[in-house]
Every structure is written in C-alpha cells, then in structure tokens.
C-alpha cells in the first residue's frame, strides 16, 4: 500500500482551503491564495474578516452560520467575498462571488477549529454591480433558489424588504427573470 502525503494533497487541492480556529486562518493552500491574490504569509494568523466585503458581513455571516454548526457540524453558502492583495493577476479589494463550505471540528463550539473550502463562482471575473450589504445577502439566498419568504426568515427581515431588494438587484444586472438574475450574478 502507498502511503499517501496528505500535506501535498492540502496544498495542491482544487480548491482554496483554510484550516481556522476561532475564525482566524491557521494554514491555508496555494488555491486560497491565488484566488485571494495574496500569499500564506500575509494569511497564516489573520482573520477570516480580511477575507469578507466589511466588518458587518462578517460579524452577520458568522452569527448566521452558528446554529447551522451547532446542529449538523457543516456549513454552506454562496456570498460576496473581497480579493486581499494583487498577485495572480486580481484586483485587491475586488468582489466575486464564492462557495464556501465547511465542517466544524466540534460542533458544540463551532469557530473553536474548523476545516473550509473556497470556490471561485465569477471564474476570476468581478462582481461589476455595485451592491450594499444587505443585496449581497439577497443575492446569495437567491443563488441557492430560495423564495422571498424563505430568504426573509434566514435574513430576518419581511418577505416584502426581500422582494424590493430582489427588484433593485434585478433592476442593476438588467435581469428579466430571476433564473437570468442568476446567471449574471454567477458570471459577474
């Protein structure tokens, strides 16, 4: 039997990985770091914060992501997240969209140490619309095809706020239909 080098596959995955404890970056792959445009030197110790468009998504994200944790141990969405410096060809401070998913090491303290996985859904293309905070959570929940009260209760706010959100988003992607909404989200 081979033995297998499982620090090689970590830094060689696919896709961006990140080792955290108490949501701050412990070690993190060559993916991570080309789709971030920084290295794991300007990562390793850093909080996921560096990471989200502002301070209040990842305050809001990581309050949302808890009990999810606590009950299943696992976590995914699709959200906003900012580039942090301008190797590899990207933009510091640029926006695109991504899949993040991960898996609480203890699930009764969920940020204690968890495993995450980060994947580029704009294939290295911007997000071009400027959105509020608010319209990048709506637009997440729309991504995952929730419906406008499904995405009211998971944002804690009316269906109603939901839809006037979904109509402004609509309205700046010049999107007809919401599966067309979609799709330029997903492209950028």
């Known amino acids: 039997m081979h033995s297998i080098d499982y ?18 970056i412990i070690d993190c792959n060559a993916r991570l770091c080309e789709m971030f445009g920084t290295t794991p030197d300007e990562l390793i110790g850093e909080s996921f914060r ?10 809001r994200i990581g309050k949302r992501m808890e009990p999810i944790l606590n009950a299943s141990g696992r976590y995914a ?19 695109f969209w991504c899949h993040v998913s991960g898996q ?26 400027e959105l509020t905070p608010r319209e990048r959570e709506v637009a ?3 991504m995952q095809g929730s419906t406008s009260k499904e995405i009211g ?24 239909t919401t599966a067309e909404l979609v799709q330029k989200l997903i492209a950028g």
């Open 50 to 59: 560096v990471l989200y468009p502002s301070v209040a998504e990842f305050e």
């Open 140 to 142: 997440a929940q729309v």
């Open 153 to 176: 209760k998971a944002l804690g706010i009316s269906h109603r706020t939901v839809e006037i959100h979904r109509a402004r988003l609509m309205r700046k992607y010049a999107a007809a």
């Open 77 to 95: 969405d699709n959200r906003m997240m900012r580039r942090v410096g301008s190797l590899h060809g990207v933009f510091a401070g640029e926006t």
């Open 7 to 24: 620090r090689l596959a970590f830094e060689q995955a696919p896709v961006g990985m990140v080792l955290s404890r108490h949501r701050i």
């Open 104 to 129: 609480a090491l203890n699930r009764a303290a969920p940020h204690e140490a968890g495993i995450w996985t980060f994947e580029d859904l704009g294939s290295r293309r911007s997000a071009k619309a």
